[in-house]
């Protein structure tokens, strides 16, 4: 199973819109809504920012928030802030009762 | 809260089994609809899922590491395994343990295990 495609990098300034893509086929993301999103900072492990495409998880900012359109899913940073940048996953059911991950995007608040 | 903690080798030599344990806090492995998987990331490099276990016991893995990859539970410990066989220096990563339902959250703080003679 291939990794989900996702830009490598994207940047913004504080207080900037940045959105990431992520896409994948019609047995994985586009079949279902089981798509979550990660933060990784430097030497840490993942953390949940997204899940079910749309939802949030307590305690995570409203300024993340989750898309899906088709094959493609999207994760939306708004009013981007320092402690924004680091790492971000993807995360789809692939079907036949697996996981795949996206290539990652590093995002870079300028 | 749900805590998770890896623990094992840090250092396995090639052909070898590497093994990795997972240790649950403040919940249980055996109740919940929830599964226990495992997931790893070389250096440098994006994530990949390992495979994961129901608290019945029933297991699913990733299909490119199938034939080498079991995952075990031990809810009298509140534990789950990895055990990975065969290794190369292709296994080099940290390996993290998570508690999935539909995604994966919390996750523990992972483990490097370097793969070397």
């Known amino acids: 199973q291939s990794a989900l495609t996702q830009p490598r990098s994207v940047s913004g300034s504080p207080g900037q819109s940045v959105t990431i893509s992520c896409t994948g086929s019609?047995?994985?993301?586009?079949?279902?809504?089981?798509v979550s999103w990660y933060q990784q900072h430097p030497g840490k492990a993942p953390k949940l920012r997204i899940y079910d495409v749309t939802e949030r998880p307590s305690g995570v900012p409203n300024r993340f928030s989750g898309s899906k359109s088709g094959n493609t899913a999207s994760l939306t940073i708004s009013g981007l802030q320092a402690e924004d940048e680091g790492d971000y996953y993807c995360?789809?059911?692939?079907?036949?009762?697996?996981?795949?991950f996206g290539s990652g995007t590093e995002v870079t608040v300028l | 809260q749900v805590q998770l903690q890896e623990s094992g080798p840090g250092l396995v030599k090639p052909s070898q089994t590497l093994s990795l344990t997972c240790t649950v806090s403040g919940g249980s492995t055996s109740s919940g609809n929830f599964y226990w998987s495992w997931i790893r990331q070389p250096a440098g490099k994006g994530l990949e899922w390992i495979g994961r276990i129901y608290t019945s016991g029933s297991t699913n893995y990733n299909p490119s590491l199938n034939s080498r990859v079991t995952i075990s539970l031990d809810t009298s410990k509140n534990q789950f395994s990895l055990k990975l066989r065969s290794v190369s220096a292709a296994d080099t990563a940290v390996y993290y343990c998570a508690r999935e339902f539909e995604r994966f959250d919390p996750w523990g703080q992972g483990t490097l295990v370097t793969v070397s003679s």
């Open positions: 995360c789809s059911y692939g079907g036949s009762y697996n996981y795949v």
């Open positions: 019609s047995i994985g993301i586009g079949g279902h809504n089981y």
